[in-house]
């Protein structure tokens, strides 16, 4: 019993900002590489869009241009940790308009990215980050 107590005061001592660069990366490596694999087939992209994928109320064009676009720039920003909870917003949107309209049957998936942006909606992007840089830059300037 000692021991297991003792892996698991380990373990805790593990900081949370570590966890939360892990999410960054997990979370901008599956969207970035969907994103710029978009941008590298644009013409197959937009066929799928328009023939597979048919989000209601958009056009493919403008559906694969926004996937595109928030793909890869909310990517870019979660790994920079630079507005880090602003920058999972579009993606829970995206993971929900795919859940609901695109790959319903794949729910499990969705719900593994959709529990790494809530770590990161709700505890930021952690130590290493352009967020937290600017936090102390602004509470320095404050006093």
Known sequence: MNRLLAARARLERVPFSLVQLACRFAIAGVFLRAGLQKLSGWETSLALFA???????????VAASMSAFTEVGCSILILAGLGTRLATLPFFG?????????FPQAWPEHLTWASLLLVLLTRGAGAVSVDRFIGYWLD???R
Do not use: C, G, N, W
């Not at 023939?51 to 064009?61: I, Q």
């Open 51 to 61: 023939d597979e994928y048919k989000v209601p109320l958009v056009s493919p064009h």
């Open 94 to 102: 995206m993971i929900l308009t795919i859940q609901l309209f695109v």
């Open 140 to 142: 320095r300037s404050a």
